[in-house]
């Protein structure tokens, strides 16, 4: 019998040697896909669009950057955005089910980290979701802590917000 499972299928382990990660327009297709992806998965834990706040548009972005594996496909992405005071936050992390577990997330983080270093930001904030526990551990285990909720998510029950110092 033929194996009926695609590299789409998430049931597939998906091992990733070579991974560039790299700036790409928000605007480009696979940055919109990768976002309307991680859009519906976020509607579908909560039931609705939870953001607070002016969502994120390439002009007020630092930079986007995409993960992708040797045969160019996308496999996830994440962003940086300043809020002031020498500040970035990271938004749009996506990971695409197919790459997960793979420690495919930690490198996007510190691909951003490095970019946010570069641009001359020395703290990264971030906000996620009381239900995306994958997320939860992913900045915990990068050494972000949990700060009070800023800004637009203030007074949001379902986020929960972390930051980290970067460089020295």
């Known amino acids: 019998m033929e194996d009926s499972l695609s590299e789409d299928d998430p049931c597939v382990k998906y091992t ?13 297709p696979d940055s919109r896909e990768m976002d309307r992806e991680r859009q519906e998965e976020i509607d579908g ?27 160019g496909r996308a496999l ?8 002031g005071d020498g ?7 996506y990971v695409r089910p197919r790459a997960r577990r793979t420690g495919l997330g930690r ?3 510190d691909a951003l980290e490095a970019a946010a270093l570069d641009r001359g930001f020395v703290v990264c904030r971030l906000e996620t979701g009381v239900e995306q526990h994958e997320a939860l551990a ?21 986020s929960r917000c972390f930051e980290r ?3 020295r």
Do not use: N
């Open 16 to 28: 990733i040697p070579d991974v560039e990660i790299v700036p790409e327009p928000f605007s480009a």
């Open 45 to 71: 834990r909560y039931g609705k669009d939870t953001e607070p706040g002016v969502k994120p548009t390439e002009a007020d972005l630092e930079v986007f950057l995409v993960a992708r594996d040797s045969d």
């Open 76 to 83: 996830g992405c994440g962003a940086l955005r300043a809020l």
């Open 87 to 93: 500040a970035v936050g990271l938004k749009r992390m």
């Open 107 to 109: 490198r996007i983080v």
């Open 138 to 158: 992913l900045y915990q285990g990068a050494g972000y802590r949990e700060i009070e909720c800023f800004g637009a998510y203030a007074d949001s029950t379902i």
């Open 165 to 167: 110092r970067i460089g």
